[in-house]
């Protein structure tokens, strides 16, 4: 099990072949207090860079990106009722989709910890 | 592009750990740490203060400074009494808005507050169009406004005087020993004051009523969220150089006399508006999900038929879900009726609604 990290501020935290997504947060303290979280539906498939969703808060409209290709497995339904759960719990509760990882070889593109750390500075 | 100027509270902004961005031109809050939401309620509940130093301020001086102002805009400002102010706007000759603005007869002058964006363009057109009259930019003044159903006992524990203003009244009183002028309205559809006030006494007198338990610090996000469930039009979005006064539901602000004999600058079609209707009008929109509408979503009657624009849209945090206001076509817009909001490809169902959102709470 490893975390990879993108530089539209997602984590994907991989077993095997499936990985859970969600925003990190940096991105969430960005964004400001999250008020609407459209999300994708189970089965649909999508590649790297693609809109995957979007993430409103009081302020503003943000696109949530692909970080690797891929197809969704699981939905977190709870975001839709309590889309603040994305300011409270990012990277553990309020995790956005699972996925099944189509190309593994796209995980080389994407940052460690360490490497997210030093990125968002 | 030069760097954005900085208001008298700039410092002070810094040390609450406000988030700072660049609105017209000018290095402003959005939000302090207790966020866009909770600076909101803050306001809604007891009472908030926003730096509002970026618009401009001017000072009026001259003969008949109120009939000469009756040529630039419809409002009624000849018969404005002193100590009083009133809610106006520029107009062109198309009868469109350029720019809404605040008018006070402060008894040997006139002080007008412009939006910040345009002080540009307002003081200009005042100076080439007020013959006679002294057009006064001030730079040396903070603009603070204290909003809320506690404005009163904030303001009021500092200066007396302010328990005494009504809605829509001004007056000049000390605060902590320095003269400041305080008028009792505001942008967020609450009782509370903008108060202008020396620069160089700004950040203290703000801390003294920041040092009140029931006051906090509020950028402005809260402001626009504020403004917007209050259903008041918003310069540049809502209202801009195309749109005429009828159209964005102010005619309210036009009063009688000025409707009757025209006078001001586009009077044939504001006059003709007020006979006929006029082709579209704001109207308030509310979202039946989750999703908000933002500034350019287009509405959709049920037929499927595109019947206007969302000007303003955002969350409500009063409201609990999305709110925005929007024009739409003649023919539509009763409240109730049933629109389509056409968001990121998808139609999301919403009703027209009567505006405000919440209820205004001015101390009349």
């Given at each position: 099990?490893?975390?990879?990290?993108s530089?539209?501020?997602?984590?994907?935290?991989?077993?095997?072949?499936?990985?859970?997504?969600?925003?990190?947060?940096?991105a969430?303290?960005?964004?400001?207090?999250?008020?609407?979280?459209?999300?994708?539906?189970?089965?649909?498939?999508f590649?790297?860079?693609?809109?995957?969703?979007?993430?409103?808060?009081?302020?503003?409209?943000?696109?949530?990106?692909?970080?690797?290709?891929?197809?969704?497995?699981?939905?977190?339904?709870?975001?839709?009722?309590?889309?603040?759960?994305?300011?409270?719990d990012?990277?553990?509760?309020?995790?956005?989709?699972?996925?099944?990882?189509t190309?593994?070889?796209?995980?080389?593109?994407?940052?460690?910890?360490?490497?997210?750390?030093?990125?968002?500075? | 592009?030069?760097s954005?100027?900085?208001?008298?509270?700039?410092?002070?902004h810094?040390?609450?750990?406000?988030?700072?961005?660049?609105?017209?031109?000018?290095?402003?809050?959005?939000q302090?740490?207790?966020?866009?939401m909770?600076?909101h309620?803050?306001?809604?509940?007891?009472?908030?203060?926003?730096?509002?130093?970026?618009?401009?301020?001017?000072?009026l001086?001259?003969?008949?400074?109120?009939?000469?102002l009756?040529?630039?805009?419809?409002?009624?400002?000849?018969?404005?009494?002193?100590?009083?102010?009133?809610y106006?706007?520029?107009?062109?000759?198309?009868g469109?808005?350029?720019?809404d603005?605040?008018?006070?007869?402060?008894?040997?002058?006139?002080?007008?507050?412009?939006?910040?964006?345009?002080?540009?363009?307002?003081?200009?057109?005042?100076?080439?169009?007020?013959?006679?009259?002294?057009?006064?930019?001030?730079?040396?003044?903070?603009?603070?406004?204290?909003?809320?159903?506690?404005?009163?006992?904030?303001?009021?524990?500092?200066?007396?005087?302010?328990?005494d203003?009504k809605f829509?009244?001004?007056?000049?009183?000390?605060?902590?020993?320095?003269?400041?002028?305080?008028?009792?309205?505001?942008?967020?559809?609450?009782?509370?004051?903008?108060i202008?006030?020396?620069?160089?006494?700004?950040?203290?007198?703000?801390?003294?009523?920041?040092?009140?338990?029931?006051?906090?610090?509020?950028?402005?996000g809260?402001?626009?969220?504020?403004?917007l469930?209050?259903?008041?039009?918003?310069?540049?979005?809502?209202?801009?150089?195309?749109?005429?006064?009828?159209?964005?539901?102010?005619?309210?602000?036009?009063?009688?006399?000025?409707?009757?004999?025209?006078?001001?600058?586009?009077?044939?079609?504001?006059?003709?508006?007020?006979?006929?209707?006029?082709?579209?009008?704001?109207?308030?929109?509310?979202?039946?999900?989750?999703?908000?509408?933002?500034?350019?979503?287009?509405?959709?009657?049920?037929?499927?038929?595109t019947?206007?624009?969302?000007?303003?849209?955002?969350?409500?945090?009063?409201?609990?879900?999305?709110?925005?206001?929007?024009?739409?076509?003649?023919?539509?817009?009763?409240?109730?009726?049933?629109?389509?909001?056409?968001?990121?490809?998808?139609?999301?169902?919403?009703?027209?609604?009567?505006?405000?959102?919440?209820?205004?709470?001015?101390?009349?």
């Open positions: 099990m490893a975390t990879y990290y530089e539209e501020h997602e984590w994907l935290m991989v077993e095997g072949d499936t990985a859970t997504l969600g925003i990190t947060k940096h969430a303290e960005q964004l400001g207090e999250v008020v609407f979280v459209e999300q994708q539906e189970v089965g649909d498939e590649e790297k860079d693609g809109e995957i969703g979007v993430i409103e808060s009081v302020k503003a409209a943000s696109e949530l990106y692909a970080p690797v290709d891929g197809e969704i497995t699981e939905v977190n339904e709870a975001l839709a009722d309590n889309p603040g759960a994305l300011n409270e990012p990277e553990g509760e309020a995790w956005i989709y699972k996925i099944k990882i190309d593994a070889s796209q995980l080389e593109d994407l940052m460690d910890e360490a490497g997210y750390k030093a990125f968002i500075g | 592009m030069t954005p100027k900085r208001t008298p509270l700039h410092s002070l810094v040390e609450l750990g406000g988030k700072l961005v660049d609105f017209a031109g000018w290095e402003m809050p959005v302090y740490p207790l966020g866009i909770g600076e309620k803050q306001c809604r509940e007891k009472a908030a203060v926003f730096d509002v130093s970026h618009m401009g301020q001017v000072i001086r001259g003969e008949n400074v109120g009939e000469k009756e040529a630039l805009c419809p409002q009624a400002y000849v018969t404005l009494k002193e100590g009083k102010a009133r106006g706007f520029f107009t062109n000759p198309e469109g808005i350029m720019d603005l605040i008018v006070s007869n402060a008894g040997d002058h006139y002080f007008v507050v412009v939006n910040a964006a345009l002080r540009h363009q307002d003081i200009p057109h005042m100076q080439a169009n007020l013959d006679g009259v002294e057009v006064t930019e001030i730079f040396d003044r903070a603009l603070v406004a204290v909003q809320g159903p506690k404005a009163e006992d904030v303001v009021g524990a500092l200066c007396p005087a302010a328990r203003l829509m009244e001004t007056t000049v009183a000390d605060i902590l020993g320095v003269e400041c002028r305080i008028s009792r309205l505001g942008y967020t559809g609450e009782d509370g004051y903008e202008s006030i020396p620069e160089d006494k700004a950040i203290e007198i703000t801390k003294a009523f920041l040092a009140h338990e029931d006051c906090e610090a509020a950028g402005l809260a402001r626009d969220s504020l403004r469930e209050a259903g008041l039009c918003l310069y540049g979005n809502d209202i801009d150089q195309s749109t005429s006064p009828i159209e964005a539901s102010l005619g309210w602000a036009i009063q009688k006399r000025r409707k009757e004999e025209g006078g001001f600058p586009g009077a044939e079609r504001v006059q003709k508006e007020l006979a006929e209707g006029a082709a579209r009008k704001l109207v308030g929109i509310k979202p039946d999900g989750r999703a908000p509408a933002r500034q350019g979503v287009e509405i959709q009657c049920s037929n499927g038929n019947i206007g624009q969302i000007t303003s849209g955002s969350f409500g945090p009063t409201v609990g879900g999305p709110v925005a206001m929007g024009y739409v076509s003649a023919g539509h817009g009763e409240p109730g009726e049933k629109v389509n909001l056409i968001i990121r490809g998808k139609a999301q169902p919403a009703q027209i609604v009567a505006l405000p959102f919440v209820t205004q709470n001015y101390k009349r």
